[in-house]
T-cell receptor
C-alpha cells in the first residue's frame, strides 16, 4: 500500500483566499483524522471520520474550517477565508480501528503558509 | 493541567546510552498508549503501543505503563544518532474515541 497520501505538500496563499487540502487514506481503514501541528500548540485533532461520517469536529477552530469525506478513499479540509494564523502543517492520518494496538498512519503533511 | 504532558527537552545522551522519555496523562480512564517518533520535517511514525500495566519490549525499545501513577515511559537502549528525533506520547481517552498527543520530547544522541 502507498500509505496515506496528502496533497499538496506545500501551499502558500494570500490571506482571504480559499485553501483545500486533500487526503487519500489507506484502503480498508475505517477511520480518518485531520490534525494540525504548530510549534506553539503541538498536534491538535481537528476532526475525525468513521466510515465517511464525521464523528467529532469539536477541534475545528471556527466556521472558516470545513471537512468532507465523500467516499472511503478521499477527504478534503477546506479553509475559507484563510488567515495568517492558519499557517501550520496539516496532517491526515488513518487507522483500521480505534483503541487496542491500532495506532495511526500519518500522511506526509501539507505545510500551509498564509501571507 | 495539560491532558498529556512531556518534558520538551532537548534530552541529550551519548551514543550507546539508554534514553529515557517520560509522559504523564490526566484522564484516568485512558485505555491505550502510543509512542510516535517524528524526524524533523517529517510525519509522526508509530513505534510502540501499550495498554497493560508493566513493560513491553520491542527490539531496543521498551514501553512502560503505570496506570495508577498515570505514567508512561519509553526507554531506548543502545541509543544511536539515528534515534535523534522528537518522540510524541499519545493517549487514547476514556471511551476510546479521541487520541491526545503530548507536545513531544526532542532527543539528541551524540556520536
Amino acid at each position: 500500500d502507498a500509505g496515506v497520501i496528502q496533497s499538496p505538500r506545500h501551499e502558500v496563499t494570500e490571506m482571504g483566499q480559499e485553501v483545500t487540502l486533500r487526503c487519500k487514506p489507506i484502503s480498508g481503514h475505517d477511520y480518518l483524522f485531520w490534525y494540525r501541528q504548530t510549534m506553539m500548540r503541538g498536534l491538535e485533532l481537528l476532526i475525525y471520520f468513521n466510515n465517511n461520517v464525521p464523528i467529532d469536529d469539536s477541534g475545528m477552530p471556527e466556521d472558516r474550517f470545513s471537512a468532507k469525506m465523500p467516499n472511503a478513499s478521499f477527504s478534503t479540509l477546506k479553509i475559507q477565508p484563510s488567515e495568517p494564523r492558519d499557517s501550520a502543517v496539516y496532517f491526515c492520518a488513518s487507522s483500521l480501528r480505534l483503541g487496542g494496538n491500532y495506532g495511526y498512519t500519518f500522511g506526509s503533511g501539507t505545510r500551509l503558509t498564509v501571507v | 493541567q495539560k491532558e498529556v504532558e512531556q518534558n520538551s527537552g532537548p534530552l541529550s545522551v551519548p551514543e550507546g546510552a539508554i534514553a529515557s522519555l517520560n509522559c504523564t496523562y490526566s484522564d484516568r480512564g485512558s485505555q491505550s498508549f502510543f509512542w510516535y517518533r517524528q524526524y524533523s520535517g517529517k510525519s509522526p511514525e508509530l513505534i510502540m503501543f501499550i495498554y497493560s500495566n508493566g513493560d513491553k519490549e520491542d527490539g531496543r525499545f521498551t514501553a512502560q505503563l503505570n496506570k495508577a501513577s498515570q505514567y508512561v515511559s519509553l526507554l531506548i537502549r543502545d541509543s544511536q544518532p539515528s534515534d535523534s528525533a522528537t518522540y510524541l506520547c499519545a493517549v487514547l481517552n476514556t471511551g476510546g474515541f479521541k487520541t491526545i498527543f503530548g507536545a513531544g520530547t526532542r532527543l539528541f544522541v551524540k556520536a
